[in-house]
């Protein structure tokens, strides 16, 4: 019931595509659900993160949309860039108490020129 | 301002050694996590201290320990290495608990 499924693996997109990246939980006491991009050599950084009483959240290019009754949620980066490539992750968890991040399996991206 | 320093970048140890890892989280955050990252199992939660108090521990077995000092500052030491526990062990800070901060992490190879 701690699992978050990320969906696809891999991704290529071409330059000013609309990249989509899916993941759904299982654990309906989650109320935290941030994205992160890990760029090679290094650690994650946080991106844009939703709480489940909003059903979209946008910052800059990326926005999350949400969708509480089907447990899923999504990342949509608009006019991606060959500086997008990188690995996403999405998380889960509580937002009181002591925070434990459930993570995705991550999505590879890649923007080609 | 400064970010999550991990130390050492790089490890190279022998099967049934011990190491140990350190954390300097940003200023003024209490709340610091550790997780172990591979390509096998992704990103996997290991522990979370808050003003000194473990707060939460992720599965893995008893060989995986933390601490957290006054200054906020962690360390992880993982004993009697296996050739599994490779893997890059990253540090996350956040003032409150939420939003949290990665570090480089600790890219831990046993041989």
């Known amino acids: 019931q701690q699992q978050v499924k990320q969906s696809p693996q891999s991704l290529i997109v071409q330059k000013g595509g609309i990249p989509i990246i899916n993941c759904a939980y299982e654990n309906t006491a989650f109320d935290y659900f941030p994205w992160y991009q890990q760029f090679p050599g290094k650690g994650p950084a946080l991106l844009i993160a939703?709480?489940?009483?909003?059903s979209e959240k946008k910052e800059g290019r990326f926005t999350i949309s949400f969708n509480k009754s089907a447990k899923q949620f999504s990342l949509h980066i608009m006019d991606s860039q060959p500086g997008d490539s990188a690995t996403y992750f999405c998380?889960?968890?509580?937002?009181?108490?002591?925070?434990?991040?459930?993570f995705g399996q991550g999505t590879r991206l890649t923007i080609n020129p | 301002k400064a970010g999550v320093t991990q130390t050492p970048r790089y490890l190279i140890k022998t099967r049934g050694q011990q190491v140990t890892l350190s954390c300097s989280p940003i200023s003024g955050h209490r709340s610091v996590s550790w997780y172990q990252q591979t390509p096998g199992q992704g990103l996997q939660f290991l522990f979370e201290?808050?003003?000194?108090?473990?707060?939460n521990k992720g599965n893995f077995p008893g060989r995986f320990s933390g601490r957290q000092f006054s200054n906020s500052r962690s360390e992880m030491n993982v004993s009697t290495l296996e050739l599994g526990d490779s893997a890059l062990y990253l540090c996350?800070?956040?003032?409150?608990?939420?939003?949290?901060?990665f570090g480089s992490g600790t890219r831990l190879t046993v041989v």
């Open positions: 996350a800070s956040s003032r409150t608990g939420v939003g949290y901060t």
């Open positions: 201290y808050f003003s000194e108090t473990q707060r």
């Open positions: 939703i709480r489940p009483d909003v």
């Open positions: 998380a889960a968890s509580l937002l009181q108490g002591a925070q434990k991040l459930v």
